[in-house]
Nanobody, 120 residues
Framework: QVQLVESGGGLMQAGGSLRLSCAAS????????MGWYRQAPGKQRELVAI???????NYADSVKGRFSISRDNAKNTVYLQMNSLKPEDTAVYYC??????????????WGQGTQVTVSS
């Protein structure tokens, strides 16, 4: 019913920047929080940044001051601007969204993931 399609990952040198995008489409009445998570090899998936429908944000301590999350509600799209990238930012990045199909229950959706690799 809903698809989250990510783009913007790739290979970057340390100190560089990348911008991830995630567009939601399908049966959408409203989108509550949208966020980005990441999972490095051998590690658990962790929250990177989250943005509420009203625009308030929260970041993992490891990315504060370097990453910025934003959203375009008209396009059902969330962005993650990643600056001053470090090798430890290497991971698969997943988009997440809490979506209502109609007034009522909220459903949790995930994107397919996009690889970000930062070389030293």
């Amino acid at each position: 019913q809903v698809q989250l399609v990510e783009s913007g990952g790739g290979l970057m040198q340390a100190g560089g920047s990348l911008r991830l995008s995630c567009a939601a489409s399908g049966s959408i009445f409203s989108i509550n929080a949208m966020g980005w998570y990441r999972q490095a090899p051998g590690k658990q998936r962790e929250l990177v940044a989250i943005i509420a429908s009203g625009g308030s944000t929260n970041y993992a301590d490891s990315v504060k001051g370097r990453f910025s999350i934003s959203r375009d509600n008209a396009k059902n799209t969330v962005y993650l601007q990643m600056n001053s990238l470090k090798p430890e930012d290497t991971a698969v990045y997943y988009c997440n969204a809490l979506i209502e199909h109609s007034v009522g229950p909220v459903y949790n959706y995930w994107g397919q993931g996009t690889q970000v690799t930062v070389s030293s």
